[in-house]
């Protein structure tokens, strides 16, 4: 059964700092990974697609990469800003069309 | 870009009653749309999968009785909670994905409030 576990649970950063948010799954069959963006009370916004044969993409300020033999995929945020506080969601494809979505990290920049 | 609709954000009602959440797909066909729940503080639990013109496959533990899903046309989908009690409440939100597409889109969720 695949597992989608976030690390840290929790951020708190001052802003301008750079950040790296983890998220490591059990099982390295996906079809792609995706990385969200959700604030309070709202829906998903999606970041970044990175598919299962890729190893990096970038948009803007973020840079999302995959090890998919490891298991493994790193969301770097540069020079971070308040507006950047949310809660961030990485989320597995397994081939099956469902999503299987990490645990979160709670984002908190502060001027 | 895909956009997903979701309505109402909101929505309060009286234990007993049904209450009916829309996901439209704006500018894409959705052959596939999913119906997730979040509790306060956790990710996205699946709830079921729907494809257009058949029945829903639910989760394990979801009630298909109480959660009646509807995916009529490939740019609606309808999620039904009947007979809410104040344990339905919670954040439900929609995602569809067009077949030409990778990704998933997120509609931005409805808050519901059962008392």
């Known amino acids: 059964k695949q597992e989608v576990t976030q690390i840290p649970a929790a951020l708190s950063v001052p802003e301008g700092e750079n950040l790296v948010l983890n998220c490591s799954f059990t099982?390295?069959?996906?079809?792609?990974l995706q990385w969200f963006r959700q604030d309070p009370g709202k829906g998903l916004t999606s970041l970044l697609l990175?598919?299962?044969?890729?190893r990096e993409q970038t948009s803007g300020r973020l840079n999302a990469s995959l090890d998919k033999s490891s298991g493994r995929s790193t969301l770097y945020i540069a020079a971070s800003q308040p507006g950047d506080s949310a809660t961030y969601l990485c989320?597995?494809?397994?081939?099956?069309?469902?999503?299987?979505f990490g645990t979160g990290t709670r984002l908190q920049v502060f001027p | 870009g895909a956009v997903v609709s979701q309505h109402p954000s909101w929505v309060i009602c009286k234990s007993g009653t049904s209450v009916k959440i829309e996901c439209r797909s704006l500018?894409?066909?959705?052959?596939?749309m999913f119906w997730y729940r979040q509790f306060p503080k956790q990710s996205l639990m699946l709830m079921a999968t729907?494809?257009?013109?058949?029945?829903?496959?639910?989760e394990q533990g979801v009630e298909k009785d109480k959660f009646l899903i509807n995916h009529a046309s490939l740019t609606l989908s309808t999620l039904t909670v009947t007979s809410a009690h104040p344990e339905d409440s919670s954040f439900y939100i929609c995602?569809?994905?067009?077949?030409?597409?990778?990704?998933?889109?997120f509609g931005s969720g409805t808050r519901l409030t059962v008392v």
């Open positions: 729907s494809n257009e013109g058949s029945k829903a496959t639910y």
């Open positions: 099982d390295s069959a996906i079809y792609n």
């Open positions: 500018d894409f066909q959705a052959t596939t």
């Open positions: 990175i598919q299962s044969s890729q």
């Open positions: 989320a597995v494809n397994p081939n099956t069309d469902k999503l299987i």
């Open positions: 995602s569809a994905r067009d077949g030409r597409r990778y990704g998933y889109t």
